[in-house]
């Protein structure tokens, strides 16, 4: 098991940016691939971005994509979510995720929310128009 952490959510102006980061502990990071994800209130938990275990494969929602960067570094134990461009749409609590990846691979990335056992507890975005 490992356990999870998001910070640096905050409010931010609409088109400006923030950088999220998710911190794991134990000793075995570099085998999870991971996801964020985001949760308004009174809808359900949406797939914004998942990497691979070894980071060579990156993928995005459609929403999101060109906006958002997610990039993770096995040597701090940390995965990060880069946001650009921020809509009051993107208000929400974002959340990492992260799965065990034993595959031969390395290569495999999860996008729905039943893929992912590990989860923070969250980081509150508000971006006021």
């Known amino acids: 098991q490992v356990q999870l952490a998001e910070s640096g959510g905050g409010l931010v102006q609409t088109g400006g940016s923030l950088r999220l980061s998710c911190t794991a502990s134990g000793r075995t990071f570099s085998t999870y691939a991971m996801g964020w994800f985001r949760q308004a209130p009174g809808k359900e938990r949406d797939f914004l971005a998942a990497i691979s275990r070894n980071g060579g494969i990156t993928k995005y929602a459609d929403s999101v994509k060109g906006r958002f960067t997610i990039s993770k570094d096995n040597a701090k134990n940390t995965v990060y979510l880069q946001t650009g461009s921020l809509k009051p749409e993107d208000t929400a609590v974002y959340y990492c995720?992260?799965?065990?990846?034993?595959?031969?691979?390395?290569?495999?990335?999860?996008?729905?929310?039943?893929?992912?056992?590990?989860w923070g507890q969250g980081t509150q975005v508000t971006v006021s128009s």
């Open positions: 995720a992260a799965r065990e990846d034993t595959g031969y691979s390395g290569y495999a990335y999860y996008t729905q929310v039943h893929d992912y056992r590990n």
